[in-house]
């Protein structure tokens, strides 16, 4: 089983931007699809944006899309999630998920003036 590693979050104000980084020490990720998922305080977790093995494919939630980027760079066995024009509503705790295995931990992104 493989253990992620999500990073990146923070606080930042409504409109700011941030880029989550996802990735798997010791595992190479290129073999997979990564989704990032996102959990809200009292909510279900739900998938945010999913990006095919090669990259060239997307897919976002439709409160993702136009304002969130999912990418991957296979050579450094990483994957990102690009979030921009951020609303409070985005405040949650983010993960990724792809190969089998437990959840990470999850990055916590907080959206507040």
């Known amino acids: 089983q493989v253990q992620v590693v999500e990073s990146g979050g923070g606080l930042v104000q409504p409109g700011g931007s941030l880029r989550l980084s996802c990735a798997a020490p010791?595992?190479?990720?290129?073999?997979?699809?990564i989704t990032w998922y996102r959990q809200a305080p009292g909510k279900e977790r739900e998938p945010v944006a999913v990006?095919?093995?090669?990259?060239?494919?997307?897919n976002y939630a439709v409160f993702a899309k136009g304002r969130f980027t999912i990418s991957r760079d296979n050579a450094k066995n990483t994957v990102y999630l690009q979030m921009n024009s951020l609303k409070p509503e985005d405040t949650a705790v983010y993960y990724c998920?792809?190969?089998?295995?437990?959840w990470g931990q999850g990055t916590q992104v907080i959206v507040s003036s």
């Open positions: 998920k792809g190969p089998p295995g437990p």
């Open positions: 990006i095919s093995v090669s990259g060239s494919v997307t």
């Open positions: 010791g595992f190479t990720f290129s073999g997979y699809a």
